[in-house]
């Protein structure tokens, strides 16, 4: 049965029916023969020294079969958990400080929520009630959460190895072309940002069940993670245990959104139980431990300074960042408000001079690690606020200053002020489009409707652009079984994107295979050697081209089985639409006979064996590439209430080539959701004096709601797909919250300029806004 | 969440029985406050009784003066009673926003009202609409029920049996939800009705309060513009990270007028702001 093409098209997910009817099995699925539960002691300080555990009264409790404290890790003398940040080097070239985090605290808790021991018993029940008996005895010390005040003279010091909380002091960029533009030019716009800190909340929370098996010395790890391959080698080292002695496998993943990407403590310490008592330790989060222990994201202030000359052409760019790093490195340590954000500083603007510093601190918090976007979404904010509010108060058409500046098609390829190479774009198409999407000639009309209404209408249109990222390397494996399945494994991870169906896609649509006869397997160490997971946008353009290779790669191996059968020679073999066809003869054979020859030694030729079809390939990214768009909304702002509501949104998005539109539309969805939830509601906080936790609940932190979300238009540019892989494909995931958290601020702003409000930081709350009015004194 | 026994109460009787007998009892009306609670840890009851099949707890009664909901009946059953939608749409609106429908669907009046969250909507409406709560042992009249933050005029054991609303000629709910929990940052409820006019306001507060000033001046002329320049003080109103005192304080005044709008149009007698 050949297949017609479905590359390009919108297909339905093969994975909507499982998830749909609730037959997704995800980690509290997965129960083991004579589990136990795990339930952590965590600290309820910001800052206190451990001087005593007490688990005498929790140990005698009923149903308890371990208690594992950090004076008992701490005698285990095991790695500490790693940082892998690509950004190491301070700005004087000696490194950064990563201070040893242990998976339970021995000496000192850095944060609300640290782990401090771990409880195992029979129900998760009897776990919890033996948890809440395990004494400790705290001595508290004064705490700073704050990134601005972490470097501050008296602030609460973390690690004695990092004076004034200094983790890296970095720098990128042209300082003395930057110095001199900023000297020299018309106008220097300055403007102050905030980049409130996030958490991402995933549907589904973090968990784990560890298994050992005594015989054999080997461990089993399923793990509510999106980086199963790169978290297996770092714990596996972290224990002292060979790789291969840890299998570790994910099911399928309720939301990653990067906060399931990092190397966690919680896995590690059930791993260690669970080989401790040779049998399985489950454990999964509840909200307000997702709250208090899931890496945040975001969490920077800067201060932003464009140089323009008298034409309001840019001449440079300065960011100037502070970024909270937490109370230690997570995984990815500073990078993310240092090199992660100065990747894309400027955007899709010809600036000839920029310069990214940046300061990452530690403070009384959880880690931040990634989060969707890591550090892009704040450069587009920094540059398209910025434009937004030179315009203003330049007198200039934001939309015209915008234009004035865009590097043009011919310019391509062109290396960026801050040296990102860009391969392909053309961002004043881009741009022209979308605002021919959003009905500008009706936009005068639907002001004086909003007016009638008491409402103050803006419009904002923003370009943005970033790159893609993670592990640079992907593995996939086609294997052909007798009943005509095709099993596709890869070492990519969707967490909900939808690469069961886009990835079988690809496959399918090389191969001339219907897309429903081929099965996913991800997430597993067992199922591929390597594998990068999630992360920066990666799925189609490593994971999807690794398949395709493995699928050229089953294609070539096809046409010797084909000739060998036709009585003909491999290179006369062409192939195409399922179908093998002698170009001398005219003779053909179907993909599914060469798959059924493959299976039959007797009809293979010499040199090969059954299982001769199956293929694995490696794919090497050899430069990342660079998604671009443009994203235009509506907003109505209530002037006597503050209250924000985001009516219509446009967007156009160039993700090169585009495997299925409707998951491309999906993944744009989400990301203005949640580009729009940073917008307006979200923030985690945490007490400045106390250092406690604020937001522990859906109670406390705002998420988006379906009301608040507005109508979208989504369209995709495919005039210029990368030669940069083989897809012709950009990574889509990360692009709609770099886009949407500036052009909705932007919007809003505009529709309070007759107050004279020129800037809110994030989130624009509702008293916020009516604040700013009340202060702006114009109506 | 800790452990703790379970029963099913099948009378009021039984019910009080059981509380009597236990260490730490609570009762279940719905759980949207509780089971949260229990799950944080912030509430370790030895003993929960849950009150969903208690038979005397259930039913809605509407005659043309009045309306008497059982206790156990959940939001989503009074926004959807037709009759209710009629009679007085208000209330109708105020229990059909409340929180989101998970919590419609399981929470329920006499949950609410015992609880006496003070951003929850149900005060305000029995407040502002002088309602009457019937207890297993006696009546109780709004304004002698509430007592403050998460304090009623309820003795340990005591169970709400049934609110028993008048209906009024003319009322108006407006809410402007909480960006995360969508209790009622603030909410006023504005009727008149054989009680006279009342406005009375949720979420703002450690409880709910009436305004004696807008009544007085609603009296006089039912409109938004009589409560325009009525300011309200912000000394004692709830100031958090979601709104300041003074924020809140602005917001009933913008509120109440939406409400008065409402109540003086017929189609809609009320919305979120």
């Known amino acids: 049965m050949n297949a017609p093409a479905s590359f390009g098209k919108s297909q339905v997910r093969v994975e909507d029916q499982r998830f749909l009817k609730g037959q997704g099995r995800y980690i509290d699925d997965v129960n083991l023969p004579g589990q136990g539960y795990g339930a952590f002691v965590r600290s309820p ?33 095991f790695g500490p958990l790693p940082c892998r940040s690509p950004s190491k080097v301070n700005r004087d070239g000696t490194p950064f400080k990563d201070p040893a985090r242990q998976c339970l605290v021995h000496d000192v808790a850095r944060y609300v929520g640290e782990p ?32 601005g005040r972490a470097m501050a003279a008296g602030s609460a010091q973390l690690w004695p190895e990092a004076p004034q909380n200094l983790c890296l002091d970095f720098e990128q960029g042209k300082r003395a072309d930057v110095e001199s533009a900023m000297a020299s030019a018309k106008h220097v716009i300055r403007l102050d940002l905030e980049n409130n800190r996030l958490t991402a909340v995933p549907m589904e929370p973090r968990g784990a069940i560890a298994d050992f098996d005594r015989a054999t010395g080997q461990y089993t790890l399923w793990n509510s993670s999106q980086n199963i391959h790169a978290n297996r080698d770092l714990m596996a080292a972290m224990l002292r245990i060979p790789k291969d002695k840890l299998h570790h496998l994910a099911p399928d993943i309720g939301g990653g959104f990067g906060g399931k990407n990092s190397v966690y403590a919680e896995p590690i310490v059930l791993l260690y139980a669970a080989g401790k008592l040779a049998h399985p330790v489950k454990w999964v989060a509840d909200r307000t431990e997702a709250f208090l222990t899931d890496t945040h994201g975001r969490d920077q202030h800067s201060n932003v300074a464009l140089a323009l000359d008298d034409t309001g052409k840019f001449l440079a760019l300065h960011v100037h960042s502070i970024g909270n790093v937490g109370a230690a490195c997570g995984t990815m340590g500073p990078f993310t408000p240092t090199g992660g954000s100065a990747r894309t500083q400027g955007g899709p603007y010809a600036i000839p001079a920029i310069l990214y510093s940046a300061q990452a601190v530690f403070t009384n918090t959880v880690q931040t690690d990634p989060y969707r976007g890591a550090g892009r979404p704040e450069a587009v904010f920094h540059i398209e606020r910025v434009i937004e509010f030179a315009a203003r108060k330049l007198g200039i058409d934001p939309v015209e200053l915008r234009r004035r500046n865009l590097i043009q098609p011919e310019q391509m390829p062109y290396t960026s002020g801050i040296g990102l190479a860009i391969d392909c774009g053309n961002f004043p198409a881009v741009m022209d489009r979308v605002i021919a999407m959003s009905d500008r000639p009706g936009y005068a009309a639907r002001v004086t409707a909003s007016a009638a209404k008491g409402l103050r ?143 039959d030694q007797s009809r293979l030729p010499a040199g090969m064996s059954v299982g001769a079809l199956d293929s694995t390939a490696v794919f090497d ?39 299925n539109p409707m998951l491309a539309d999906g993944q744009v969805m989400g990301g203005i959701v949640q580009g729009l939830g940073q917008a307006l509601l979200e923030e985690v906080v945490y007490d400045s004096d106390s250092g406690q936790a604020l937001t522990t609940s859906l109670l406390e932190y705002a998420l988006p709601r379906a009301d608040h979300v507005p109508r979208m238009k989504i369209e995709f540019y495919e005039g210029a797909p990368t030669k940069r892989n ?9 692009a709609g919250c770099c886009g949407a958290s500036p052009v ?36 | ?66 309306i008497d909901i059982g206790a156990m009946t959940r939001h989503a059953d009074v926004a959807a009673h037709k009759e209710i939608r009629a009679l007085l749409p208000a209330l109708s609106v105020l229990a059909g926003g409340i929180g989101d429908p998970h919590v419609r669907n399981r929470g329920t009046i006499g949950g609410s009202l015992a609880n006496n969250d003070p951003a929850a909507d149900y005060p305000a409406a029995v407040l502002g609409l002088g309602a009457t709560i019937v207890t297993d042992e006696r ?134 702001s």
């Open chain 1, 744 to 779: 909705i601020v932007n919007a809003v702003l505009d529709a309070l300029n007759d107050y004279g409000v020129t800037h809110i930081d994030m989130p624009l709350t509702s008293e916020k806004v009516w604040r700013a009015i009340s202060a702006g004194g114009k109506a």
């Open chain 2, 139 to 272: 009546t109780i009249a709004a304004e002698h029920y509430f007592q403050g933050l998460f304090a009623t005029a309820l003795e340990p054991g005591e169970l709400i049996t049934r609110v028993e609303f008048p209906v009024p000629r003319r009322a108006g709910y407006v809410k402007f939800p909480h960006p995360a929990s969508r209790y009622a940052l603030v909410g006023v409820m504005v009727s008149d009705g054989p009680h006279g006019i009342r406005v009375a306001v949720t979420g703002a507060g450690a409880g709910v309060f009436r305004v004696p000033a807008m009544e007085q001046a609603l009296a006089k002329s039912f409109t938004p513009e009589a409560i325009a320049d009525i300011p309200i003080a912000d000394a004692d109103l709830t100031s958090d990270r979601h709104g300041s005192a003074a924020y809140r304080a602005h917001l009933v005044g913008v509120l109440a007028r939406r409400a008065v709008t409402l109540a003086a149009s017929p189609a809609m007698h009320g919305h979120r």
């Open chain 1, 621 to 659: 990214r050899e430069m990342f590439t660079v998604p671009n768009g443009a994203h235009a909304c509506e907003v109505e702002v209530d002037p006597e209430t503050g209250v924000i509501r985001v009516v219509d949104f446009w967007a156009v998005d160039d993700f090169g080539s585009v495997i």
């Open chain 2, 1 to 66: 969440m800790n452990e703790f026994k379970f029963m099913r109460a099948a009378t009021l009787a039984d019910a009080a029985a059981a509380f009597e007998k236990a260490d730490d009892a609570r009762y279940l009306a719905g759980g949207q406050t509780l089971l949260p609670v229990m799950k944080q840890g912030l509430a370790v009851p030895s003993d929960v009784i849950s009150l969903a099949r208690i038979g005397e707890l259930a039913g809605i009664a509407v005659s043309k003066e009045r």
């Open chain 1, 457 to 599: 209408r803006g419009f904002a249109v923003t370009p943005y652009l970033e790159c893609s990222g993670g592990a640079p390397q992907e593995e996939a494996q086609l294997k052909f079984t007798s009943d005509g399945i095709v099993l596709l494994a890869v070492g990519t991870h969707s967490t909900g994107m939808g690469h069961e169906t886009a990835l079988a896609q690809i496959v399918g649509d090389r191969l001339g295979i219907d897309l429903h006869r081929i099965h996913f397997r991800q997430g597993d160490t067992a199922a591929t050697k390597i594998g990068g997971g999630h992360g920066g946008s990666r799925g189609i353009e490593l994971g999807g081209c690794a398949a395709l290779k493995a699928a050229d790669m089953v294609i070539d191996k096809a046409r010797t089985i084909a000739a060998h059968a036709l009585n003909s020679r491999a290179d006369d073999i062409a192939f195409g639409k399922g179908k093998l066809t002698d170009s001398k003869t005219g003779q053909s054979m179907t993909i599914d006979g060469v798959i059924a020859a493959a299976g």
């Open chain 1, 116 to 147: 401090v021991a771990l409880v195992v018993a029979a129900t998760a029940a009897a776990a919890r009630s033996a948890a809440d008996a395990v004494l400790v005895d705290y001595e508290t010390l004064a705490s700073v959460t704050d990134r």
């Open chain 1, 726 to 734: 083989p897809l012709g494909a950009k990574g889509a995931g990360e």
């Open chain 1, 45 to 77: 300080h910001a800052h206190a020294r451990v001087l005593s555990i007490d688990t005498s009264a929790a140990a005698t409790m009923p149903g308890v079969l371990l208690i594992v404290t950090g004076a008992e890790w701490a005698t285990q003398k």
